[in-house]
């Protein structure tokens, strides 16, 4: 129930931002003339028309590409690896040339930049050096805030947050990454594989806050329930029948993608071969597959009645206990409470610790029982 509560709302959130995008769509489209004031007022972030990129002599990358990206707009970028995603991602900013066609960058364009290789990252700095780059507070939404409570949003504790980023591990030098990039202001954020090596609780935080950016989001991901609940459009390297990939832009996410995608052509030809070449021959008993057990013929277990007590507690339990866990962050990120013993503080953390450690034991039991139901 916690859960789907929480997820109900951002599908809300994520109707909206489609219905938004629709309208600015809709605006473009019947106000054509007025592209060049766009561009001088910052509607217009990025804008691609008939473009074409190859690597030397390689296969092109894109062939006659096109597409609008107005402020405001939320874009995945899908496709397999090594397809060319983050090559897509430079042309686009202009850091690669096409050999054809043009890209032009809307005016008062500031980027905040997701490296999946954290080149930005200095492995000697703490943490909190790195983030903050010398200084005690950050300015975040137009209020100070002292910077171990911002990394309390990005679940470091003040121990955490003063140990070398070298020392870290794959998933804590992500959320480094993140903190370091929400700390500064900008309207376009580009995100390349952001989700890589996250926690559950990085996940939830990284996508309400892409959820609730006003700006405009580029984000390169092979997930896909993080781009269904953030993004608005998709554009997809699509598998061609004759080899190679075409580039299509999509409205909606990735399920969207997947519902919207043209059918690959070998699979309807070889299916009418199949229905033309007549009956087909039955395989001898000699190259007839071992038959799979069915999982449905073993009788499923029931709960118990303390089981089922159980189950219906869970929901309620959960939801209080992640309530307890925001409060614990509140406080946590209150500048004050480090004017306090480090007593006070610890106590805090260890409260934090243990309910962390409830609401995981909770979900896992949670699921077991719902199996079971």
């Known amino acids: 129930k916690a859960r789907r509560t929480r997820n109900e709302g951002r599908v809300r959130a994520l109707k909206a931002l489609r219905l938004a995008r629709q309208a600015r769509r809709t605006q473009q489209g019947t106000s054509q003339i007025n592209i060049q004031d766009g561009v001088r007022s910052g509607n217009l972030i990025v804008h691609a028309e008939d473009v074409t990129f190859a690597h030397g002599e390689a296969a092109p990358i894109l062939s006659d590409f096109g597409t609008t990206i107005m402020r405001g707009d939320k874009v995945g970028i899908v496709g397999p690896n090594g397809v060319g995603k983050t090559t897509l991602l430079q042309v686009l900013l202009g850091k690669l040339q096409p050999q054809s066609g043009r890209v032009r960058l809307g005016a008062n364009v500031q980027i905040a930049y997701f490296d999946q290789l954290r080149s930005q990252l200095d492995g000697e700095k703490t943490v909190e050096e790195d983030v903050s780059d010398g200084y005690q507070t950050l300015n975040i939404g137009g209020r100070q805030k002292h910077i171990l409570g911002y990394l309390q949003d990005f679940l470091f504790t003040p121990q955490r947050a003063r140990t070398p980023i070298k020392r870290l591990s794959g998933g804590e030098k992500n959320r480094v990454l993140l903190a370091k990039l929400f700390a500064r202001p900008a309207n376009l954020v580009i995100l390349d594989e952001p989700t890589n090596d996250l926690d559950m ?69 070889s299916s009418k071969q199949l229905a033309s070449a007549g009956p087909e021959r039955q395989p001898s008993s000699a190259e007839k597959p071992p038959k799979q057990p069915d999982s449905s013929d073993k009788p499923k277990r029931k709960l118990t009645f303390k089981e089922t007590q159980e189950l219906n507690r869970l929901p309620e339990q959960i939801e209080q206990t992640e309530l307890a866990i925001a409060q614990l962050h509140e406080r946590l990120a209150d500048p004050d409470l480090y004017k306090k013993s480090g007593d006070e503080i610890g106590g805090l953390q260890q409260q934090l610790t243990e309910l962390e450690e409830q609401l995981s034991s909770d979900y896992e039991r949670w699921e077991q029982l719902e199996a079971l139901a």
Request: aromatic fraction near 10%.
């Open 201 to 269: 609780e990085t996940l939830d935080v990284l996508e309400s806050r892409l959820v609730d950016f006003q700006g405009t989001l580029i984000v390169v991901s092979h997930d896909r329930d993080f781009l269904n609940n953030v993004v608005t459009s998709v554009i997809a390297f699509d598998k061609q029948p004759t080899g190679g990939y075409q580039v299509r832009e999509y409205v909606g996410g990735y399920d969207d993608w997947i519902r919207q995608r043209p059918e690959a052509a070998p699979t309807s030809a």
